[in-house]
């Protein structure tokens, strides 16, 4: 499998415009994550999703910020409008339930969002 | 809700030298614990988990961690570390449910 795949990779654009980041997640993995990483504030939890339904989305900093899966194989994470301070990196991540909260996290290898 | 406190922001150490990174944590309901490592712009990587059972966890790169429950503390340790183990290191807990809460991170720079 080629891991879970994010894009873009970059993404500069200027403030007042909408920004879509996607993420694939690994097949098979049940759960996905996106978060948020800046100097300031570290990694912050974004939402999560299981089995395509939001479970928790109380990281998600204002309704500027929305995510959607409509499947088990794509998600997106849209900010309208951008602001400078929603630069950061994002990175989406998938697990696999079962012993559900017991399996590791797999990381994409993030965005990188600078709004101007 | 959770919380992880990571004890140290940054970790100079030398090269061949043993290294230990602090990890306390909170939780109103049972939690289970995981190290992760980030490299210079990448993502992050699972080092090792605690699940359940014996309370010495071993992981990847010589890492290992012991889980304390009275203590409530998730220390990450290696004997001997190498220049490659520069990088950010996370702890982290995830509930049941699957929520994930991370530390703020540990920077470890291993110098020659």
């Known amino acids: 499998d080629a891991g879970v795949i994010q894009s873009p990779r970059h993404e500069v654009t200027e403030m007042g415009q909408e920004v879509t980041l996607r993420c694939k997640p690994i097949?098979?993995?049940?759960?996905l994550f996106w978060y948020r990483q800046t100097m300031m504030r570290g990694l912050e939890l974004l939402i999560y999703?299981?089995?395509?339904?939001?479970?928790?989305d109380s990281g998600m900093p204002e309704d500027r910020f929305s995510a959607k899966m409509p499947n088990a194989s794509f998600s997106t994470l849209k900010i309208q409008p951008s602001e400078p301070r929603d630069s950061a990196v994002y990175f989406c991540?998938?697990?696999?339930?079962?012993?559900?909260?017991?399996?590791?996290?797999?990381f994409g290898p993030g965005t990188r969002l600078t709004v101007l | 809700a959770q919380s992880v406190t990571q004890l140290d922001s940054q970790v100079p150490v030398f090269e061949e030298a043993p290294v230990e990174l602090r990890c306390n944590y909170s939780?109103?309901?049972?939690?289970?614990l995981f190290w992760y490592v980030q490299y210079p712009n990448q993502g992050l990587q699972l080092l090792l988990k605690?699940?359940?059972?014996?309370?010495l966890v071993k992981g990847i790169n010589g890492f290992e961690a012991e889980f304390n429950k009275s203590q409530t503390s998730f220390h990450l340790r290696k004997p001997s570390v190498h220049i490659s183990d520069t990088a950010e290191y996370f702890c982290?807990?995830?509930?049941?449910?699957?929520?994930?809460?991370f530390g703020d991170g540990t920077t470890l720079t291993v110098k020659p």
């Open positions: 991540a998938s697990s696999l339930g079962g012993l559900a909260g017991s399996n590791e996290q797999f």
């Open positions: 097949s098979g993995h049940d759960y």
């Open positions: 999703f299981n089995n395509n339904v939001p479970i928790d």
């Open positions: 939780s109103s309901v049972s939690v289970y």
């Open positions: 605690y699940l359940s059972g014996s309370t």
């Open positions: 982290a807990v995830r509930t049941n449910a699957g929520k994930s809460t």
